[in-house]
């Protein structure tokens, strides 16, 4: 069985920093590309950042130049480090693991930004 589990949410304050970890167990986790979404309020879910089973990332405008994608296929984990946070920034985070017809998510971990 497939299973993400997330990690690294809080309350921060806005310019500060935070990593969110994400650990895939139950299959190959090299071959999976994977990303990062969130989801705000009352808004749809929304791509962050991916990175490839390759290593190649690619990032939401609204996060280019702020967060940092990273994977660690040794511990079978993916990493998103998020620095100069902004209250916009605060939404559920979700982790997805892709591999041809098959799709997984994590549970989400809650990221609060605020005074």
């Known amino acids: 069985q497939v299973r993400l589990v997330e990690s690294g949410g809080g309350l921060v304050q806005p310019g500060g920093s935070l990593r969110l970890s994400c650990v895939v167990s139950?299959?190959?986790?090299?071959?999976?590309?994977m990303g990062w979404y969130r989801q705000a309020p009352g808004k749809q879910r929304e791509l962050v950042a991916t990175?490839?089973?390759?290593?190649?990332?690619n990032y939401a405008d609204s996060v280019k130049g702020r967060y940092t994608m990273s994977r660690d296929n040794a511990k079978n984990t993916v990493y998103l480090q998020m620095n100069s946070l902004k209250a916009e920034d605060t939404a559920v985070y979700y982790c997805?693991?892709?591999?041809?017809?098959?799709?997984?998510w994590g549970q989400g971990t809650q990221v609060t930004v605020s005074s």
């Open positions: 139950g299959t190959i986790f090299r071959v999976y590309d």
């Open positions: 997805n693991a892709a591999f041809h017809l098959n799709d997984y």
């Open positions: 990175i490839t089973s390759g290593g190649t990332t």
